[in-house]
Structure formats: structure tokens, C-alpha cells
């Protein structure tokens, strides 16, 4: 099989998309099959790929490559690379990684387009909640996570209670953590919250943390790369995803239970298919909820050890070459 992903954004950028985009490809190409990626992402750095890279093609090299492929397949839909699709039809698949609409859950033309056209392609969804967002029915295939990074690390003793890892900006709630984080200390629990990454509210966030007189127990670290978040996170017990906007799944929380974490994370959208058996969720914005499931698991060890027994099973699912083949297969059934 011949694949040819359209993936706009690609490495060096950095997002859940271009990650799982990666991985997808690569796996593909160890089964098997033949993939070939544009990307209008300029090569800034120095990373091989076992899979050809087109950065920018022009128009007669983005055609070669359209006879070249048995399929098309969309890393999200792209309505500047469907104009191939129109002047070199073949087999045309999406994979719908987010929603279609503005963030204040308007929809603009562009995004009644993009749905418009899912009526023509082969749809796949990476959780239920996104799935329900499309007009047609799609196939649900949940993301990977990175399995040969994110795991137990055994020689690393976890000490430490809480920890984030995302963008520092409103959406992801991180604000929510820190109010809940003063209502634990009047409760007269203190724990500590190693906060990973940057952002446009780092500075309001470590701010709000000192007018709460709780920036003792905060620590905000910057960028890790991906093999010092494992390590970070083996070393804590509670990774809290407070997000307030709708996750379309949270492969944040794969990787934190992959590292020994139980997960705390609000329930909208996908992410709590991602959570499943392995913590607990609260409704997005609830910050009396989210403080009453901390204080508990903070004052009750045997429930965390009680959660962290069910990740072996619920991770089987999500490793990089079994959602891989699970691809393959439903893009098999598509060229048969």
C-alpha cells in the first residue's frame, strides 16, 4: 500500500497532531507499507524519518506524488491540499484530530466546509466525543502514545505529588490547579506541583501562585524534552489535566499512566476515554470537585495503588503498533 499523508504541520513544529502524525507514519512503514508526507512546515532541524518528506512541494511534484499513491490520507482536513484531490481523484481519507468550529464553539464557513466535505472521504476519529462532532458516521481508532519513551521507571523513587504537563495557557486550566491547590492548604494538605511547560500566562500564573501564597509548593520547570517528562513523571504520584476547554482526547494522560501516574482530569470531550479506570474526572471549571478528588487521593494511598493496577490493561490498546495496524486495516478495506 501507498500512502500519501498531507500534513501541514509537521516536525520541527511541535503539537499532539505533528507527534501522532510521526508515529502513525513511521509504524506504517516497519508493516509494511510505502508513505511518502508533504508538509508546508520548513526543515529547521536535523531528524531522519523512515518515510520521504516533501516540505513545500510545488505543484508538479505534489501531482507526481498524487499518482504515485494509492490513497490520500489528511492529518485533519486541509482544504489547500484537496485541490489534488480534485485534479488526481484516489481513495481519500481524514483523520479528525480536533474540532471544526472556533474557540468560542462558533462555526465559520470554512469549518461548515470542512465538514461539508467528510461526506466524500473515508472518515476516522480519534475518540467518540469527536466522532459525534461530524455529520457522517467515522470510524473511532484512539490515539498512541510513545511507548518506547513514556514507561515505568522503577530506579526512580516517586516522591513528589502533583504534576501538569502542557501549554500555560487558559484553556488547559492550569489557573483552576492553583486556586484548588489553596483549598487543599486550608484543608491542611500541602502538596507539591511541578508545572511542565511555557506559554503566554506563565507569568500571570506565577503571579496568581505568590497571591496565594502558595508559591512555595509550585515549581514551573519550562520545556522538558520528551524523555525528561517520563522521567518527571515517575517521579510523582498525581498527574492533573485541568483542562476547561473540551479535550478532543489527551494523550497526556497515555503517557502519564504509562509513567505510573493516576490521572485527574476534567471530563469533557475525549479525554476521558484516554482516563478511563486509571483515575478519576471532574466536570470542566469544577474547582470544588477537582479539590475533593486531590484531598482524597492525597489522604489515601491504597486508592491510588487501586487505580495504578488497571494500567497495564488499559494501555495494551493504545501502543504505537497496534493503532497502527488497526489503520492500516480500515485503509485496506477502503482500496478493496
Known amino acids: 500500500m501507498k500512502i500519501l499523508v498531507y500534513s501541514p504541520l509537521f516536525y520541527p513544529s511541535v503539537g499532539g497532531v505533528e507527534s501522532v502524525t510521526e508515529m502513525l507514519a513511521g509504524e506504517w512503514v516497519q508493516l509494511g507499507a510505502e508513505v511518502k508526507l508533504i508538509s508546508q512546515t520548513p526543515d529547521r532541524g536535523r531528524k531522519s524519518f523512515p518515510f520521504e518528506i516533501f516540505r ?8 507526481k506524488l498524487m499518482q504515485w499513491c494509492d490513497i490520500y490520507l489528511q492529518s485533519c482536513i486541509s482544504l489547500k491540499g484537496l485541490w489534488l484531490e ?27 466546509l470542512k465538514l461539508w466535505v ?11 466525543a469527536i466522532a459525534s462532532h461530524l455529520p457522517i458516521s467515522s470510524t473511532i481508532i484512539h490515539n498512541p502514545y510513545r511507548d518506547d ?8 523513587r516517586r516522591e513528589k505529588e502533583l504534576v501538569f ?26 502538596p507539591q506541583l511541578t508545572i511542565i511547560g511555557e506559554g503566554a500566562d506563565k507569568n ?10 502558595i508559591d512555595s509548593q509550585v ?12 522521567k518527571t513523571l515517575n517521579a510523582h504520584k498525581i498527574l492533573v489535566i485541568p483542562s476547561r476547554w473540551q479535550e478532543p482526547f489527551g ?12 490521572i485527574v482530569g476534567s471530563s469533557g470531550g475525549g479525554l476521558t476515554a484516554a482516563i478511563a479506570d486509571c483515575g478519576e474526572t471532574f466536570l470542566n471549571g469544577d474547582r470544588n470537585a477537582l479539590t475533593k478528588i486531590l484531598a482524597e487521593f492525597l489522604t489515601n494511598p491504597d486508592k491510588i495503588a487501586k487505580y495504578r493496577g488497571n494500567a497495564k490493561k488499559h494501555l495494551q490498546r493504545y501502543q504505537k503498533n497496534k493503532v497502527a495496524q488497526r489503520y492500516l486495516q480500515r485503509l485496506k478495506a477502503v482500496l478493496s
Open 118 to 128: 467528510t461526506r466524500f472521504a473515508t472518515n476516522i476519529s480519534v475518540s467518540e
Open 165 to 190: 504537563v502542557g501549554r500555560l495557557v487558559s484553556d488547559k486550566g492550569v489557573d483552576l490547579l492553583l486556586d484548588s491547590l489553596w483549598d487543599l492548604k486550608q484543608k491542611g494538605l500541602f
Open 86 to 112: 480534485l485534479l488526481h481523484p484516489k481513495p481519500l481519507a481524514f483523520i479528525h484530530h480536533t474540532w471544526y468550529n472556533r474557540p468560542d464553539g462558533s462555526i465559520a464557513t470554512v469549518d461548515r
Open 56 to 63: 513545500q512541494p510545488g505543484v508538479r511534484q505534489q501531482l
Open 149 to 156: 519513551i513514556f514507561q515505568d521507571m522503577p530506579e526512580i
Open 251 to 262: 494523550i497526556v494522560a497515555l503517557e502519564g499512566i504509562a509513567c505510573g501516574c493516576i
Open 219 to 230: 515549581r514551573f520547570v519550562g520545556v522538558y524534552s520528551p524523555l525528561e517528562v517520563a
Open 204 to 213: 500571570s500564573l506565577q503571579q496568581q501562585a505568590k497571591q496565594l501564597q
